[in-house]
């Protein structure tokens, strides 16, 4: 299995997920989902973009 960098993209969406979770759990900032998932979805945002080239 070849790894390959996420493009500018994936990366940028992924740290946008990261963020807003991070800003649910000190509790700054609401939209009805649990931070936990959320930043779980950053993670396999960012490992498909590791993990599929030209994703």
Do not use: D, E, H, R
């Not at 807003?20 to 973009?49: C, E």
């Amino acid at each position: 299995m070849n790894l390959s960098a996420p493009t500018q993209l994936v990366f940028i969406i992924s740290i946008f997920l990261a963020v807003i979770s991070i800003l649910i759990f000190i509790g700054s900032f609401s939209i009805g989902v649990p931070s936990f998932w959320l930043m779980f979805v950053a993670y396999i945002v960012l490992v498909a973009g590791t993990l599929f080239k030209g994703i």
